[in-house]
């Protein structure tokens, strides 16, 4: 566990002060400062009785209270470019499912769980990450709601659905997410994703339609055939696993080239990984691989800080609390990341 009192003095207070002004009143802005600081104590109960057990100016917190979480999470994100921007960091996309028993909590739905990799009832997610200079931290987060939900008027009552919420794909929240930080000003050099995160061409397409360099996992590669077969060379070993570089062919933009990496697991060496990577044609393809193994690399980063925060953990079952409680945590785990940074 990240000890909190390792941190330099203030720096916390130095945290809470940057989103003070986003709760209008002094109420909301304290209870808010110690949500954040009872969740880096660990205070914060998960499971199904966590909401009773909180004292009830908390539980307003999350529901009723007046104050933006999207607000919020801007100011981490700049909090995040403060103490780690660079040009060539790296935004990683995660989904991730939390197995749900019951039908109440939002979002929950018979669904592909990515983390457990079966179908089962889940809440999913996706979290947006910035990694430079060997940090990381969460920059953007959204709930994903199956069309069941989006089109069953009393659940989405019962969970506080607003009315304008339309269905969205995982693409077009993962798309939504990345335009957010390209609009904010963000110094980044790549996008990249495992699991689900890139499957989808149509993400791929809209990034390479604004010059963004990217690296995902493929499920099932293919590069069409005027493909440099004699590319194939080995990059070496990274994250538990033996790179390659299969192939590469132009792009359609005109210095710019499409590759193909395999991974192969040292501890499953028959079931070789595939990554599809867009970039400038002089890219070193070791950089590649680097970039291709962020996402795997920045869940184990921040493993340690997101286990003792709770940030999934937390049995919150109406749709603002979700955005509020996962925000509140995102502050906590920025600053046992990056705290020290400053």
């Given at each position: 566990m990240t000890a909190v009192a390792d941190r330099p003095a203030g720096a916390l207070d130095d945290l809470l002060a940057r989103f003070a002004s986003r709760f209008g009143r002094v109420e909301p802005r304290r209870n808010a400062a110690t949500y954040v600081r009872w969740l880096l104590e660990g205070r914060i109960p998960a499971g199904a009785t966590a909401a009773a057990a909180l004292p009830n100016r908390l539980n307003k917190l999350l529901t009723t209270a007046r104050w933006d979480a999207d607000a919020v999470r801007d100011d981490l994100r700049g909090y995040a470019v403060e103490t780690l921007g660079r040009t060539d960091a790296v935004l990683t996309v995660d989904q991730v499912g939390i197995t749900k028993r019951g039908s109440q909590s939002v979002g929950v739905h018979r669904q592909y769980n990515p983390v457990t990799e079966r179908f089962e009832s889940c809440q999913l997610s996706i979290f947006l990450a910035y990694a430079a200079g060997g940090g990381a931290t969460l920059v953007d987060r959204d709930l994903y709601l199956p069309a069941a939900w989006i089109e069953d008027p009393q659940r989405r009552a019962a969970a506080g659905v607003p009315d304008a919420v339309a269905y969205t794909g995982l693409t077009t929240l993962t798309q939504t997410m990345i335009e957010r930080t390209m609009a904010a000003g963000v110094p980044f050099g790549w996008v990249a994703g495992d699991g689900d995160a890139g499957q989808d061409p149509a993400l791929r397409q809209w990034l390479r339609a604004r010059r963004v360099r990217y690296a995902f996992a493929a499920a099932h590669p293919h590069l069409p055939p005027n493909t440099d077969s004699a590319a194939a060379f080995v990059l070496g070993s990274l994250g538990g696993g033996r790179w390659s570089a299969?192939?590469?062919?132009?792009?359609?933009?005109?210095?710019?080239?499409?590759?193909?990496?395999?991974?192969?697991?040292?501890?499953?060496?028959?079931?070789?990984e595939f990554h599809v990577c867009y970039c400038p044609g002089g890219t070193e393809p070791l950089r590649l691989a680097e970039v291709a193994d962020t996402p795997r690399a920045v869940r184990e980063a921040l493993r340690p800080a997101t286990e003792q925060i709770g940030l999934t953990r937390y049995e919150v079952r109406q749709y603002q609390a979700w955005y509020r409680h996962v925000t509140l945590a995102m502050a906590a785990q920025a600053y046992l990341v990056a705290g020290g940074r400053g």
């Open positions: 299969v192939a590469r062919r132009p792009a359609a933009e005109p210095g710019w080239m499409h590759w193909l990496l395999a991974r192969t697991p040292e501890d499953r060496p028959g079931r070789p």
